[in-house]
């Protein structure tokens, strides 16, 4: 890895540690270990900073198949690099004895406070600037798609964008991310990164267009297909309208 790669993400670290920290204390102090097994008693703050410890040394393992290198823009890689740490968060959370679908619910609850804040952040603007939903909307994912979702193509995210009427339509066929957490399992078997990745990365669009649109209602996403589910695209529909009955994909 280059030196400019190494200062990212040393920067990177620098960053997100503190983000990380205040997320995963806010979400598991007192959170059972097992809800099946409730005698096994609760997150303690010494558990969170033990596991905090475990996951940052876990996401020093995965970070050399992240190959951020070859990747075209700084804003894919540190989409990349944030994959690396909540693939090594599931990992250590398994490692512990939490049972892998809990594991997942915890890693999700952890990674939403993270990504809930950046939404905030990148939306402000366009919140201030206009009260309609769709063109908050609009003008977010524009931002996001320049950093840090640029497109230049595989390895890279690849992507086609448009808006029709009140809604903006975003096809991604290339998902770095998702990409590196095949990588993962080819390597090291599965159990089961893709289905945390799928629960948390993939699952947060719903509740994040609705804080992009910030209108205090449901319902401004819909996508019929996902490449963490072996498809070909992620086919995203971002409604400036919100519609009831929108419920993620099984």
């Given at each position: 890895m280059n030196l400019a790669n190494r200062t990212y993400i040393a920067a990177c670290k620098m960053?997100?540690?503190?983000?990380?920290?205040?997320?995963?204390?806010?979400?598991?102090?007192?959170?059972?270990?097992?809800?099946?097994?409730?005698?096994?008693?609760?997150?303690?703050?010494?558990?969170?900073?033990?596991y905090l410890r475990q996951t940052w040394a876990r996401s020093e393992q995965l970070?050399?198949?992240?190959?951020?290198?070859?990747?075209?823009?700084?804003?894919?890689?540190q989409t990349v690099f944030l994959a690396v740490i909540t693939t090594a968060a599931y990992q250590v959370m398994i490692s512990r004895g939490v049972p892998s679908e809990y594991a997942r619910t915890l890693v999700a609850d952890v990674g939403w406070k993270v990504y809930n804040w950046m939404l905030t952040a990148v939306s402000i603007p366009f919140r201030v600037t206009?009260?309609?939903?769709?063109?908050?909307i609009a003008r977010t994912l524009r931002a996001l798609?320049?950093?840090?979702?640029s497109a230049p193509g595989p390895p890279g995210y690849t992507v086609k964008a448009w808006t029709e009427g009140g809604n903006t339509y975003t096809y991604w066929t290339h998902c770095p991310p998702q990409t590196f957490v095949r990588r993962v399992i080819e390597r090291h078997g599965d159990h089961g990164e893709l289905d945390a990745f799928f629960?948390?990365?993939?699952?947060?669009?719903?509740?994040?267009?609705?804080?992009?649109a910030s209108d205090g209602q449901h319902?401004?996403?819909?996508?019929?297909?996902?490449?963490?589910r072996d498809d070909s695209v992620c086919d995203m529909c971002w409604h400036g309208c919100a519609r009831t009955g929108e419920a993620p994909e099984a």
């Open positions: 960053i997100y540690r503190p983000v990380f920290r205040r997320s995963a204390r806010q979400i598991l102090k007192g959170r059972l270990f097992d809800l099946t097994q409730p005698e096994k008693g609760r997150w303690l703050e010494s558990d969170i900073n033990d970070m050399p198949m992240a190959e951020l290198d070859t990747l075209p823009t700084y804003g894919n890689r206009s009260r309609d939903p769709a063109i908050r798609m320049v950093f840090p979702f629960q948390s990365w993939c699952l947060y669009d719903w509740p994040g267009a609705d804080v992009i319902g401004h996403y819909s996508r019929p297909h996902t490449l963490s």
